[in-house]
């Protein structure tokens, strides 16, 4: 007989006396399905969905089957559509995702369909939080200041998502203001376990920032992904993926006192990207777990992009229910999740052996030390007391090995600027703001160091971004705001700042004399992002590290120092302070820690957030149901679905291409599609002062991801992509910039306007790179920017998951070099064919690079199709994603 959902039913009891119904995933071995029990916590979770939405189309026997009796070591062929619970979305790629709805409502509209079948059939939540800058930063004021700029610079934006809310049922909308979508998602939006008629069933989701993984702290399956399959999911497909290796890190031991939990990701993020965790699940177990706070939890499992894996996640125990009752959830959501994951023995924190991980890892909390990690990677730890020597080491290697090609370079005096200097001094990002060890931390040692006389230097940018209000609120109960403003951490804003690329401008005088002096000045922040460019144009070493090192490095002034051996400064008697002085004991964080657990702060500052907030009631939207398209610098109709027509056109042959770019290792989505500021030179700021809009007013890329003409001329625009195309300048530096060699002429021109004039000429591109293209945020626009530049492969050494999925979504094929193979001795003038489709696409196929050199000569490169599954190649012969869901809604009855 075979296997329906029903089948499953089971009753548990609450703390009510009442029976609740649920899909029972002991009842599998009853039911002969198979006895999943030692199987990861995160994939039985991922079990229950294919259970309750068994269907025999989407979700079939065998998919539960197959996961039921997932094995540790076997190889992955098997794909699995994973039915979220919710969808949780930031403005920056939110705003795009509402442009493609928005214009797929004008599609159905134009063949007669209604335009209420584009819905989403999900809870789809969407938190204003990317779009502030820091523009004011040492004003008493300053908040105020930079919301006003905000809802200034992002009205056109604004009153686009509000049309969203009224025209689709199930968007709900966080306003500005508020915090960082993580943050709040942990703190608010996160119930644990959700209930649909009489059936109670975990909380899951996936989210368009790649950081969405913080959730995982609480026990919920979720990740990140592009925008393009996010709407997928918002519109009934499941999200599918390669059954996943899962693996187990047991973690022991407990941290040493004056250890940070972000020097613990540090160290975790290092050890993780050694292991190759890339497109894995890790599951986080053992005692060691169990003495981590869940904030601490939840900074480990954000940065789990860093790291490379699909999630970091924490089995649900009893700090996680706690955490739920000390942020406002009621007693009757706590009482439902920790008896609904008792009833599906998945409640505690399990203990060496008692699950099956396909790789088990083991991390001695104790040996943590203190880091910090940078100059480029957030993967490249630094001991804290090895920053200075490392730095010294980066400022004298050549630029060809990583380095800044600065040797001999001399140590400023002082009062001069030079090269280690700290300009940006940012307490930044959920991956720490969400954890009150670290912020108090940063607060009792601000409040040390000002009663000792200590001062940062005016010219360092320093800002204090709170990931929710709550944060403020605790700081304010505990007494040690005072002492942040006065050293110059006053709050900036209630959302992603410095780590996104919102630092906002340095001091013009400042830009000019690190031009004029070619300076290595750094940045600090507590974020968990360092690309290059990343965090401000001008500053080409940033480090991440813990708040209160932050705070630390931002008396210092600069980066070059041993803070075991050298002074922060001098205190009003002349007397040196030590950073070891006024660094606070884990009592005295604890004993302020009781300010950051009040269940009443967090019902109240999450009540009525829609309408409290006179800016955001003050914009005016348009209203209905299909977008009517005015005219705007920020948002415009997505050309997508252009040409679109009910049957896909055949796939085009890749023949006599022409290389667009070749890039190195680590080409991040940062470097790709940027999201900060837009230079006036390049191809975008010409189009916008092209259309009257000063540079002061061009805001950012990031904001301007709702205009495609925006975007795609800020592809691969970032100021410090190398094109290894091109030849070393004059001094033999490699040449930064989005600059490529056009052919066969071999001029130099921006490879925007090459990509234009190869599509004019019909010749088809390609992009060649290292390992690890498309690290980073999960950025659709890397994709989306990828695909309007005619881009039709790209072919790396290896790939991110995230872009690696966005690439196939937006109909681009991701190729890899198979060997030893790269793209080195590649110079750029080839011309290439790729040979192997014509006949039919099998996911993980073999396809032929032929290369043809201007001097005649040819040879042939195998390369692996990393379109992985059946469903992707459903959507790469569709043209996408985006049209393959919209032919299957338009064709529905």
């Not at 006192?257 to 540090?266: F, S």
């Not at 599951?283 to 939890?297: H, I, K, Q, W, Y």
């Not at 099956?356 to 040996?367: F, K, M, N, R, V």
């Not at 890039?663 to 700021?685: E, L, Q």
């Amino acid at each position: 007989m075979s296997l329906r959902a029903h089948d499953s039913l089971r009753k548990f009891p609450l703390a009510s006396g009442q029976f609740a119904q649920f899909h029972s995933l002991p009842a599998l071995a009853e039911l002969g399905v198979g006895d999943v029990s030692r199987l990861p916590v995160s994939l039985r979770i991922v079990l229950e969905s294919l259970l309750r939405n068994l269907d025999g189309q989407r979700i079939t026997e065998e998919h539960v089957r197959q996961l039921a009796n997932w094995q540790p070591q076997a190889a992955r062929s098997e794909e699995i559509p994973f039915v979220v619970a919710r969808i949780v979305l930031q403005d920056f790629t939110g705003v795009p995702l509402l442009c493609d709805l928005a214009a797929m409502r004008g599609v159905a509209q134009r063949f007669g369909k209604p335009a209420r079948r584009i819905e989403p059939l999900v809870p789809v939540d969407l938190v204003i939080d990317h779009s502030v800058q820091v523009d004011h930063f040492r004003e008493s004021d300053a908040l105020d200041l930079n919301m006003q700029l905000e809802f200034r610079r992002n009205a056109e934006r604004y009153r686009f998502i509000k049309w969203g809310m009224q025209a689709f049922k199930t968007f709900r909308v966080v306003p500005p203001g508020i915090g960082i979508v993580h943050q709040v998602n942990l703190e608010y939006l996160a119930r644990g376990v959700l209930r649909k008629n009489d059936v109670y069933y975990p909380d899951t989701l996936v989210g368009t920032d790649s950081h969405t993984t913080m959730i995982n702290a609480l026990g919920v399956v979720g990740w990140g992904v592009g925008g393009i399959e996010a709407e997928a999911g918002m519109l009934g497909q499941p999200v599918y993926l390669l059954t996943p290796d899962v693996v187990g890190v047991h973690l022991t031991g407990r941290l040493r006192e004056g250890v940070t939990a972000t020097d613990l990701v540090l160290a975790v993020t290092e050890r993780l990207r050694q292991a190759q965790v890339v497109g894995k699940f890790v599951e986080f177990f053992g005692a060691g777990v169990a003495s981590l706070t869940l904030p601490d939890r939840a900074t480990l499992a954000n940065m789990a992009p860093e790291y490379g894996a699909t999630m970091g996640f924490f089995p649900p125990d009893e700090q996680a229910a706690a955490y739920l009752s000390a942020t406002g959830r009621s007693e009757e959501e706590v009482d439902a999740f920790r008896r609904y994951f008792q009833a599906q023995s998945l409640f505690g924190m399990p203990q060496a052996g008692a699950i099956d991980y396909s790789q088990t890892l083991e991390l001695d909390l104790a040996g943590i030390v203190p880091s910090v990690a940078g100059p480029k990677r957030p993967q490249d730890r630094i001991a804290l007391p090895a920053l200075k020597s490392r730095f010294h080491e980066l400022l004298a290697q050549p630029a060809s090995s990583g380095g800044y090609g600065k040797a001999g370079a001399a140590p400023a005096a002082d009062g001069v600027l030079g090269h280690g200097a700290v300009l940006i001094a940012a307490i930044t990002s959920c991956t720490n703001t969400s954890n009150p060890g670290v912020m108090l931390a940063a607060g009792l040692l601000a409040q040390k160091a000002a009663a000792r006389g200590l001062r940062v230097a005016p010219r360092i940018k320093t800002s204090l971004a709170p990931g929710s209000r709550v944060v403020t609120d605790y700081l304010d109960k505990a007494g040690l705001l005072p002492s942040l403003q006065q050293l110059g951490f006053r709050v900036v804003a209630y959302g992603c700042t410095t780590c996104i690329g919102n630092s906002g401008p340095l001091e013009p005088t400042l830009e000019e004399e690190i031009a004029a002096k070619d300076l290595i000045c750094a940045a600090v922040l507590s974020g968990n992002r360092n690309f290059e460019a990343r965090i401000h144009p001008a500053i080409k070493a940033n480090f991440l590290m813990s708040p209160p090192l932050v705070v630390a490095f931002a008396l210092a002034g600069r980066v070059d120092i041993d803070l075991d051996r050298e002074p922060l400064g001098v205190d009003r008697a002349g007397r040196p302070v030590w950073l070891r002085e006024i660094w606070p004991s884990d009592q005295e964080v604890a004993a302020a820690l009781a300010q950051a657990t009040d269940p009443a702060t967090y019902r109240r500052l999450y009540q009525d957030f829609v309408d409290s907030n006179p800016l955001w009631r003050g914009i005016a939207a348009p209203t209905g149901l299909v977008y009517g398209w005015e005219a705007s610098s920020y948002i415009a109709e997505p050309p997508f679905f252009q040409d679109f027509a009910l049957q896909p056109a055949a796939v085009p042959q890749v023949l006599d291409a022409r290389a667009l770019a070749i890039f190195g290792d680590s080409v991040t989505t940062d470097h790709i599609s940027p999201a900060g500021s837009i230079k006036a030179s390049s191809p975008a700021g010409q189009y916008l002062q092209q259309r009257g809009i000063a540079p002061l007013e061009f805001n950012s890329y990031g904001s301007r991801r709702g205009h495609h003409e925006v975007m795609m001329r800020g592809t691969f625009a970032n100021v410090r992509i190398r094109n290894l195309m091109l030849p070393p300048d004059a001094d033999g530096k490699p040449v930064e910039g989005g600059l490529t060699l056009s052919q066969p002429d071999g001029a130099q021109r921006f490879l925007y306007d090459a990509a234009m004039e190869y599509q004019r000429t019909g010749t088809p591109t390609l992009i060649f790179a290292g390992e690890e293209y498309g690290t980073g945020s999960s950025r659709d626009w890397a994709a989306k920017g990828t695909r309007l530049l005619g881009v039709k492969a790209v072919i790396a050494r290896s790939f991110e998951r995230i872009h690696r999925s966005n690439l196939v979504g937006m109909g681009v094929l991701p190729l890899q070099f198979t060997g030893s193979d790269s793209a080195a001795g590649l110079r750029g003038d080839e011309l290439f064919d790729l040979s192997g489709l014509e006949r039919g696409i099998l996911p993980r196929q073999e396809v032929t690079l032929t290369v043809r050199n201007a001097d005649g000569r040819t040879r042939q490169l195998p390369l692996l199709l990393r379109i992985d599954t059946p469903v992707e190649v459903e959507y790469y012969r569709h043209g996408g994603i985006l049209p393959y869901v919209l032919r299957q809604l338009l064709a529905a009855s």
